[in-house]
């Protein structure tokens, strides 16, 4: 059962925690996290494209010649997709392109992201995330301790106001709770900041 140390928020050791294998120190399964990915930036997408079909576009709906005795096509609307402006035939309407990802499989993938920052040695256990101010320049400080010139995602438990103000202005630094926690951030972060509280409560639920 492999072992971390356990910092302050002034980068010093106070303590150990013991991390789980089944966690922390699974074999990294490179297929689910790209379904565990593909389904995230799916479940994000907005879905708003639309075109106008022909009962939709501008246009008089009246017949533009006699069917017969022009010697001409015969047209019934000015709308009609075989004319320039008229609508468009089976193009893309506003859809949801969310899917369900099955349960086992989102956890496996977060196994296997959390296996792969700890086997990167990117992944940094704090006692407490107890800021005290919800500056933004007070957890600039902080992170800068750690590593300042890294992405950064920070996990916590849910409830912690001043993490969350303090963190928004700050680029490629973002703040999610351990039930939120999604592959799709351990692999777009280079560096994890979680709480010890955190690393428990996900420990429990992912214990296969």
């Known amino acids: 059962m492999p072992s971390v140390d356990v910092k302050n928020l002034e980068n010093q050791r106070v303590g150990e925690i013991q991390l789980a294998d089944a966690v922390f120190a699974a074999s990294v399964n490179q297929d689910l996290l790209y379904e565990a990915v593909r389904h995230y930036l799916a479940s994000r997408r907005a879905g708003t494209h639309a075109t106008k079909t022909r009962g939709l576009v501008s246009g008089s709906g009246r017949k533009l010649w006699r069917q017969k005795g022009t010697g001409r096509a015969r047209i019934g609307s000015i709308r009609s997709p075989l004319w ?74 849910a409830g912690n106001q001043e993490l969350e103000i303090s963190s928004r202005n700050l680029v490629d630094v973002e703040v999610v709770s351990n039930r939120e926690l999604h592959p799709y951030h351990l692999l777009h972060y280079e560096r994890l900041l979680i709480s010890r509280p955190a690393v428990e409560r996900l420990q429990e639920a992912l214990a296969p």
């Open 84 to 157: 320039r402006h008229g609508g468009t035939v089976f193009g893309p309407q506003p859809r949801s392109y969310a899917y369900r990802l099955p349960r086992k499989m989102l956890l496996g993938a977060l196994r296997s992201a959390l296996s792969a920052k700890f086997a990167d040695q990117h992944l940094t256990v704090v006692e407490e995330f107890k800021l005290g101010s919800h500056k933004t320049k007070g957890l600039r400080e902080i992170l800068d301790r750690f590593d300042g010139t890294a992405t950064v995602l920070i996990v916590d438990l």
